[in-house]
């Protein structure tokens, strides 16, 4: 019986083992005689390839890459989306075509909903709950959340894991990276096979974390305590409506940030929740040691007396004192106005955290690979070199040329996993800050703002 028998109830999809390997080895042929055909192209026009073509032949491989993980459904879909936002990772054109997962999602039927009920909470949701809301008002790739009532009259929301979810993420990786290797052996578009196992793998033990309710039930308790003083609503967990894969949380009366913006609130309003978002990143980070790491507007509730509530806690990293100190003194060493300073400082901490080979010396890394990544430490850098920032100045990420990404992907060793955690959870803060156009106060005790 096929891991994914609960989505076969949702669609039609093909997921025996032997469907899904076939079918990914296809699409990984596919790519090879996609990627033979433009080698052959920029030969014959050697120099001439324009940045339009360069994106349209990265789109044309995403889209291949895209057909593959969409067919395959389960957590490939959740892959997909993860793969979406890993700029070190991959070309902007494939990165574009992955970025359409996010509204491949399969709602669950009622039929389902009732297996998933009886299984973990023995009983149908008409016999858990007062009431409860058949259609999902919130979907995700790994699973969709409902209102309902208690019997006690209060208000819910109930999140429902898809079926077979967690069963499939071991052949699903297993596939990806089977692709994702097939790119790298025939193409300089991706780092080396080490980089790409760590992401990968990354994504992988976050993918086990997120389905994993129980878990995500101890990280919003948790949370829920820690940040109060920061003037921060996270939701109550109800235990006893709860499981491995149901999880019943306090249902808040608040907007996402789309429809707040809406509202057209004041600068003094943008400021206020700006401030707020920024100062749990820094502290949770820094001080804290655990960050909330999946920081998407879906994520963020605003709320009408001034609060800001976080929500779903499933991805949640956990820094040690030592892994905070090096990400410190890393962005300190971006800051240093002293230039010759500021090199050793960058390379010393990337030869600690086993991203640069200690072999690697100082004068080449100022020379050949320092100006390549220098645009990028710009970007991270800006909004801490002055001590209030106007986040509607800040620029777009900077885009890195395949000639350069090719240069520096040579350097690159391995990525950390906290690393990883810690620049896509920042990339998406600021991201936010940035449409909500806050004017933030980002000085802080841990980084040196102003250089």
Known sequence: MSVLKGLEEVANLSTSKFTRTAFSGLTAAKIVAKLAVQKGKSK??????????????????????FAALG????????????????????????????????????????????????????????????????????????????????????SVAVKIQYPGISASIRSDMQMIRALLGT?????????????????????????????????????????????????????SVLTQYSSEKVLTTELLAGVHLEDWLATDPTQEQRNHFGQLIFNVFIESAFK????????????????????????????????????????????NAFLELDQSVRAAGILAVYQRQKIIAKTLGIEEFETALLPLLEPMYQWVSKPFQQPCYDFSNYPSCPKMSIEDAKKANKYLVSVPQHQMYFDRTMLGVFSMLKQMRAQVDTANVWIKVGG
């Open 44 to 65: 014959l026009s050697p120099g001439l390839l324009s940045d339009q073509q360069r994106l349209k032949n990265e789109r044309e491989i995403g889209k291949m890459l």
């Open 71 to 154: 067919q395959l459904r389960g957590t490939a879909l959740k892959v997909s989306q993860m793969l979406s936002m890993e700029v070190d990772l991959l070309p902007e054109g494939i990165r574009q075509e992955l970025a359409k997962s996010c509204y491949q999602v399969p709602p669950l039927n009622r039929a389902v909903i009732n297996k998933v009920f009886i299984r973990e909470l023995k009983g149908s949701p008409s016999d858990v709950f007062a009431t409860f809301e058949t259609s999902a008002f919130a979907a995700a790739s790994l699973g969709q959340v409902h209102r309902a009532v208690t019997d006690e009259g209060q």
């Open 288 to 331: 804290l040691g655990r960050l909330h790491a999946d920081p998407h507007p879906g994520n963020y509730l605003f709320l009408d007396n001034g609060q800001l509530a976080i929500l779903d806690f499933g991805c949640v990293k956990m820094f040690t004192p030592a892994l905070a100190q090096q990400k410190i003194q890393l962005l």
């Open 183 to 235: 790119l790298a052996s025939h193409t300089a578009l991706l780092p080396n096979r080490q980089v790409i196992s760590d992401i990968l793998n990354e994504i992988e033990e976050r993918l086990a974390e997120e389905v994993d309710y129980a878990r995500e039930a101890s990280n919003t308790s948790w949370f829920k305590q820690q940040l109060l003083a920061l003037n921060i609503v996270v939701p």
